[in-house]
């Protein structure tokens, strides 16, 4: 499984930066300029560690907020328009804090992945993931192809 070239060259400043760098300290497209025999090097692990543990610490600063925001509009209003409006503000937001509960979860999956080597690997083909992937959805743990075969399955047989 060959993965996707850039249509563009890499800028040769950019392919050495990382040499120099401590990982976390990498811009995307320095990490994209890596040669492929370079991936989840431990540069690259300390970048995604430190992306996800960015992503983990805001969401929980998140949910706090929520716990905030809920407390502060528990006041009775008598206008049954504006209860309904309030009530569905706080669905709408226990609706997103549960996505991201399940986001954290899977946050915490990836991190012990990292840990573990796993990070960066398809569960189904044991082949890389990409970068490019892995940095849209850092959670990502199937490669673009098994992901697309995945959904196609649910969609023909359902869930």
């Not at 400043?13 to 401590?22: E, S, V």
């Not at 609706?95 to 991201?100: A, G, I, K, L, S």
Request: glycine share 6%; charged share 35%; net charge negative.
């Amino acid at each position: 499984m060959n993965a996707v070239k850039p249509a563009t060259k890499a800028d040769p400043k950019l392919a050495n930066a990382w040499k120099t760098k401590a990982g976390r300290d990498l811009t995307e497209a320095e990490l994209l300029a890596m040669p492929e025999s370079e991936y989840m090097n431990e540069k690259q692990v300390e970048f995604f560690r430190t992306r996800l543990q960015a992503l983990k610490d805001d969401l929980l600063s998140n949910a706090g907020q929520t716990t905030e925001n809920l407390r502060e509009d528990t006041s009775i209003v008598p206008d049954p328009a504006d209860r309904a409006t309030i009530e569905e503000e706080h669905a709408l937001e226990l609706r997103t804090r549960d996505r991201e509960r399940k986001l954290l979860k899977k946050i915490s999956q990836s991190l012990a992945r990292l840990d573990s080597g796993e990070y960066g690997f398809c569960d189904e083909t044991g082949e890389p993931i990409g970068l490019g992937r892995l940095l849209a959805r850092p959670t990502a743990t199937l490669s673009l192809e098994a992901q697309q075969r995945r959904e196609m399955k649910q969609k023909m047989f359902g869930d």
